[in-house]
T-cell receptor, first 112, second 112 residues
Framework: GNSVTQMEGPVTLSEEAFLTINCTYT??????LFWYVQYPGEGLQLLLK?????DKGSNKGFEATYRKETTSFHLEKGSVQVSDSAVYFC???????????FGTGTRLQVFP | DTAVSQTPKYLVTQMGNDKSIKCEQN?????MYWYKQDSKKFLKIMFS???????INETVPNRFSPKSPDKAHLNLHINSLELGDSAVYFC???????????FGSGTRLTVV
């Protein structure tokens, strides 16, 4: 079945550091790919998405590029802020199954 | 206006009780879902309904029974609650495009 693997956390960074959170997927066909963010005590918010190979999703300074050849969708941000501290989930949606499959989540902690 | 709303936000109850969680979406989406997030933040799909019809029923104990009175509502009833049912339950909905799911803010269920 489909699956999503992302790096374990926590990822601990100083403010203004560069962020990468790795995500790879296994799926039949070409799924749509997403990053969701969960701030402490809150629900899941869609951060960005990409629906086909080589698409780049971006939002709030975060970016991720859909790489078909490496089945990856790594999340990056050039300069993190304390307010970015949250849990980040990579997810894949295959329309033949209509299931949004999540990775295990990566906690990001940013210190001033 | 809240797009996907769940009630209650918190629910504390004793083992053996029966409880319900309600979900409503005002996005005009056709498909709604229930997800369970465990203590390690792992998210797993439980059910999905499309226009009041059950589409996905993952390996969930039959103590859990979803009900969709109309396509804007998907409620979750849980019988004979057990300690292991303690989790955060998220409702979500999806339209016909590939924009991913919109999630509610979650219901934190604690069984004591």
């Amino acid at each position: 079945g489909n699956s999503v693997t992302q790096m374990e956390g926590p990822v601990t960074l100083s403010e203004e550091a560069f962020l990468t959170i790795n995500c790879t997927y296994t799926a039949t066909g070409y799924p749509s790919l997403f990053w969701y963010v969960q701030y402490p005590g809150e629900g899941l918010q869609l951060l960005l998405k990409a629906t086909k190979a080589d698409d780049k999703g971006s939002n709030k300074g975060f970016e991720a590029t859909y790489r078909k050849e490496t089945t990856s969708f790594h999340l990056e941000k050039g300069s993190v802020q304390v307010s970015d501290s949250a849990v980040y989930f990579c997810a894949a949606l295959s329309y033949n199954t209509d299931k949004l499959i999540f990775g295990t989540g990566t906690r990001l902690q940013v210190f001033p | 206006d809240t797009a996907v709303s769940q009630t209650p936000k918190y629910l504390v109850t004793q083992m053996g009780n029966d409880k319900s969680i309600k979900c409503e979406q005002n996005l005009g989406h056709d498909t709604m879902y229930w997800y369970k997030q465990d203590s390690k933040k792992f998210l797993k799909i439980m059910f999905s309904y499309n226009n009041k019809e059950l589409i996905i029923n993952e390996t969930v104990p039959n103590r859990f029974s979803p009900k969709s009175p109309d396509k804007a509502h998907l409620n979750l009833h849980i019988n004979s609650l057990e300690l292991g049912d303690s989790a955060v339950y998220f409702c979500a909905s999806r339209g016909r495009t590939n924009y991913g799911y919109t999630f509610g803010s979650g219901t934190r269920l604690t069984v004591v």
